[in-house]
């Protein structure tokens, strides 16, 4: 017997087979009946053939909020947030089709569009006998809540825009390279976007503009780059970049839903945000009348460093207009 076994049983450390007699010990327990509010529930719901993934917490018999990931993560960015709102709401949070733990079919056998992920999302509503809700946007989220919206005013109490863009004022040059693929989807200007997938333009969007970087955890650009780089996702994203081009067509009714319908809004904005730029969160104070405006120090992904900030002002508000 090698010597590094013979060490390894004479310390107890190993059991041979052949020579030490083995116990096994069966453990068993009576299974684990989940009480606590905000204890996360991983799930899914099949929706026209593709598998949406979603977070669920808090009691269904509480007032829902809807929360709506941005690009390129998933309800991920949502991880800490969702168990402080579960103690007094129930909470949601979709994964889109092609991110997350979501379902992806290829780009040519799916419709990659925010009308038809809006419409993913208001479906899982409906199986969830959804009939009222808040709705936290950011980044992505912002055109497919907003298409929510208007297919249903009603239906929405109020808004949390986080980074989320309904005016032309908060398309500045980043947009450039999107605006000449709107123009002309041609291939080479879809090439031209392709670097907007690589780990290192998914790491600056996450600690761009961040007063301290090391309070972003990097699990969030590793496991972004992970699902950017599986084959095909890069043509699932080109979609949805070209068809981010028909939510400007759309600013204008939003806009009018606003006024008429006046939502009461919680506004907490990333100002060194490049991407949504502060320009983007004014305008809201022409159509909103019930808004709480905050302009915070940090990029995009505001969660990563006012996290509990957010989610105490979230608190408050919800008991708010659900009062």
Do not use: C
């Amino acid at each position: 017997m090698p010597k590094i076994f013979q060490t390894l049983l004479a310390a107890g450390l190993l059991a041979s087979t052949l020579a030490v007699p083995v116990t096994t010990l069966a453990l068993t327990a009576d299974p684990i009946e989940i009480t606590e509010p905000n204890q996360v529930q991983f799930r899914s719901e099949t929706i026209d053939g593709v598998k949406i993934a979603y977070r669920e917490a808090g009691d269904p018999d509480n007032p829902t909020v809807l929360l709506l990931h941005g690009f390129p993560t998933s309800s991920h960015m949502f991880r800490n947030l969702i168990p402080e709102l579960a103690e007094r709401f129930h909470v949601l949070a979709p994964d889109y089709p092609g991110f997350g733990a979501s379902g992806m079919l290829p780009a040519a056998e799916f419709e990659y569009s925010f009308a038809n992920i809006a419409d993913m999302m208001t479906t899982l509503l409906d199986r969830k006998g959804v009939d009222r809700y808040a709705v936290y946007m950011m980044d992505y989220g912002a055109p497919v809540g907003y298409r929510m919206f208007a297919a249903d005013p009603e239906r929405v109490s109020g808004f949390i825009i986080q980074n989320g863009n309904a005016y032309e004022e908060g398309l500045l040059e980043f947009w450039d390279p999107l605006r000449a693929y709107w123009a002309d989807p041609s291939v080479e200007n879809g090439d031209a976007l392709r670097g907007f997938l690589t780990l290192d333009i998914t790491k600056w969007q996450f600690t761009h503009g961040t007063q301290n970087p090391e309070l972003v955890s990097p699990d969030n650009y590793w496991h972004v780059q992970y699902l950017l780089d599986r084959p095909g996702n890069q043509e699932v994203q080109l979609e949805l970049f070209l068809d981010y081009g028909t939510n400007l067509a759309e600013y204008p009714v939003w806009q009018g839903l606003f006024r008429d319908y006046q939502p009461p809004a919680l506004l907490m904005w990333g100002k060194n945000d490049q991407i949504f730029p502060e320009a983007g969160a004014y305008p809201y104070q022409r159509d909103l009348n019930d808004l709480e405006f905050y302009i915070l120090d940090t990029g995009h992904f505001a969660l990563e460093e006012y996290g509990p900030q957010i989610a105490a002002r979230m608190v408050d508000f919800l008991d708010r207009i659900n009062n």
